[in-house]
Nanobody, 112 residues
Framework: QVQLVESGGGLVQAGGSLRLSCAASGSINGMGWYRQAPGNQRELVAT???????NYGDSVKGRFTISRDNAKNTVYLQMNSLKPEDTAVYYC?????????WGQGTQVTVSS
């Protein structure tokens, strides 16, 4: 069974930066981040395959960067130029067919 351990969330002022980390306990094919703000549906932030192909949500393009260390089965999300609208619970996601896994979520709060 694959478990996901997230870290790096917290409180930051607008314009600041945070880096989220998510470590998987076993081998996976792809990893990513999704977020859910109060009153909103869960939305895509970014994903990355084992081959390094990335995909970003429109609202974070140019500000967030996803990367991974395959040797450590760890994915990172570098978040720059943060806005109050980025405030949400961020969830780590990983997949290895036919399975999909989710972390418990980490809170990111951006103050104005």
């Amino acid at each position: 069974q694959v478990q996901l351990v997230e870290s790096g969330g917290g409180l930051v002022q607008a314009g600041g930066s945070l880096r989220l980390s998510c470590a998987a306990s076993g081998s996976i094919n792809g990893m990513g981040w999704y977020r859910q703000a109060p009153g909103n549906q869960r939305e895509l932030v970014a994903t990355i395959t084992s081959g390094g192909r990335t995909n970003y949500g429109d609202s974070v393009k140019g500000r967030f960067t996803i990367s991974r260390d395959n040797a450590k089965n760890t994915v990172y999300l570098q978040m720059n130029s943060l806005k109050p609208e980025d405030t949400a619970v961020y969830y780590c996601n990983a997949w290895r067919m036919p399975y999909e896994y989710w972390g418990q979520g980490t809170q990111v709060t951006v103050s104005s």
